[in-house]
């Protein structure tokens, strides 16, 4: 019997065409928006919303074959390979995933809190919240 008060909350995710559906434990160890070039020219958009977590938390229960993985086995992105969604990226050396907020279908406990790689940001680019901002990635200095 599952003790349904400490169960995991799991999140659905999925790409855009629906070949591609995931879950992933609610339980980010930090989110933010990523303002970095590779971020927008990855997303085609200003900034990347992601959650980070280890990998081992999040499961791709339908279409992992159908995933494009773009980069190396401990650096990539994770896309639907019939519409191009990014779901996720695998970072830092392959100890986190960055799962893309825009692909999840529930909503995480965790919201984005910071903006960062403010620095090379689009320059039409405008922060309209409060959340800090950093050039690059914040220190713990």
Request: proline residues 6%; charged residues 20%; aromatic residues 8%.
């Amino acid at each position: 019997m599952v003790d349904k008060l400490n169960a995991t909350r799991r999140l659905a995710g999925q790409c855009f065409c629906g070949r591609v559906h995931y879950t992933v434990a609610d339980e980010f160890l930090y989110a933010a928006n990523c303002h970095c070039s590779r971020c927008r020219l990855a997303t085609g958009s200003a900034f990347k919303p992601f959650g980070g977590i280890e990998p081992a938390k999040l499961h791709v229960h339908q279409g992992s074959d159908s995933l494009l993985i773009v980069g190396e086995p401990d650096g990539h992105d994770a896309r639907c390979s019939k519409c191009g969604s990014l779901l996720y990226s695998v970072v830092r050396d392959g100890e986190y995933v960055h799962v893309a907020y825009g692909s999840l279908i529930d909503p995480p406990a965790l919201a984005p809190a910071e903006h960062i790689y403010v620095g090379s940001k689009a320059p039409w680019d405008i922060i309209a919240d409060d959340l800090p901002q950093y050039d690059e990635l914040p220190t713990d200095d």
